[in-house]
């Protein structure tokens, strides 16, 4: 008991120290990628993108309004770029469903389901997309998956400002996996412990 007990408690000394490890990581890698003059801290007006399948609505004022004439619209923007977090600042009139992001990176031909990322709601109402820091040539954004949503356009903004600690928060799929990886490493190490006592028994 006293040994799975260490056992419990090395693991978890791992799993915290890999965590660390892993926000020293993307900080290093932001600074280094901020000193190339890659990681863009701009927001993207409606003129920096190209649009499919999205029909802009004419108004008196100021304020850009589409509407998605399909079930896969897209705004595309291009160019070389490292990102973390991507905001999308859009109101929809109407549920929109999914939203998500996929992105291209240097060299690569066309866009991939393995390389999208689904958006998370803020509070003030924009989706937030986390790349987990990646150099892309191209993203794509889909904003809705349902057709005929009318929209109100605010911006898409490259690496929001966020406090530096924010690298050392985990997302709650990292939370999860902090406590179930160590107790699956434990009772795999017990196994075969188990196994090892039992083969040199035998012999």
């Given at each position: 008991?006293?040994?799975?007990?260490s056992w419990f408690v090395i693991a978890y000394l791992a799993a915290m120290a890999v965590w660390l490890l892993g926000?020293?990581?993307?900080?290093?890698?932001?600074?280094?990628?901020?000193?190339?003059?890659?990681?863009?801290?701009?927001?993207?007006?409606?003129?920096?993108?190209?649009?499919?399948?999205?029909?802009?609505?004419?108004?008196?004022?100021?304020?850009?309004?589409?509407?998605?004439?399909?079930?896969?619209?897209?705004?595309?923007?291009?160019?070389?770029?490292?990102?973390?977090?991507?905001?999308?600042?859009?109101?929809?009139?109407?549920?929109?469903?999914?939203?998500?992001?996929?992105?291209?990176?240097?060299?690569?031909?066309?866009?991939?389901?393995?390389?999208?990322?689904?958006?998370?709601?803020?509070?003030?109402?924009?989706?937030?997309?986390?790349l987990g820091g990646r150099q892309v040539e191209e993203i794509r954004i889909d904003p809705d998956s349902v057709g005929g949503v009318i929209t109100r356009f605010d911006g898409v903004q490259l690496n929001?400002?966020?406090?530096?600690?924010?690298?050392?928060?985990?997302?709650?799929?990292?939370?999860?996996?902090?406590?179930?990886?160590?107790?699956?490493?434990?009772?795999?190490?017990?196994?075969?412990?188990?196994?090892?006592?039992?083969?040199?028994?035998?012999?």
């Amino acid at each position: 008991m006293k040994a799975r007990k260490s056992w419990f408690v090395i693991a978890y000394l791992a799993a915290m120290a890999v965590w660390l490890l892993g926000g020293v990581w993307s900080l290093a890698k932001g600074m280094y990628y901020e000193n190339k003059g890659l990681r863009l801290h701009q927001t993207l007006s409606w003129q920096d993108l190209t649009t499919v399948s999205i029909k802009q609505l004419e108004r008196e004022d100021s304020e850009i309004w589409y509407v998605s004439t399909d079930t896969d619209p897209q705004l595309h923007w291009t160019g070389n770029a490292y990102l973390e977090q991507v905001d999308l600042q859009v109101e929809h009139t109407t549920p929109g469903l999914s939203v998500v992001l996929y992105w291209r990176e240097p060299g690569q031909a066309d866009f991939s389901e393995k390389q999208s990322v689904y958006a998370v709601q803020m509070q003030n109402g924009s989706y937030r997309f986390d790349l987990g820091g990646r150099q892309v040539e191209e993203i794509r954004i889909d904003p809705d998956s349902v057709g005929g949503v009318i929209t109100r356009f605010d911006g898409v903004q490259l690496n929001p400002q966020t406090p530096w600690y924010q690298a050392f928060v985990p997302t709650t799929a990292g939370v999860l996996l902090f406590f179930i990886l160590p107790l699956v490493a434990v009772a795999v190490l017990q196994e075969l412990t188990a196994v090892f006592n039992l083969i040199r028994k035998r012999g």
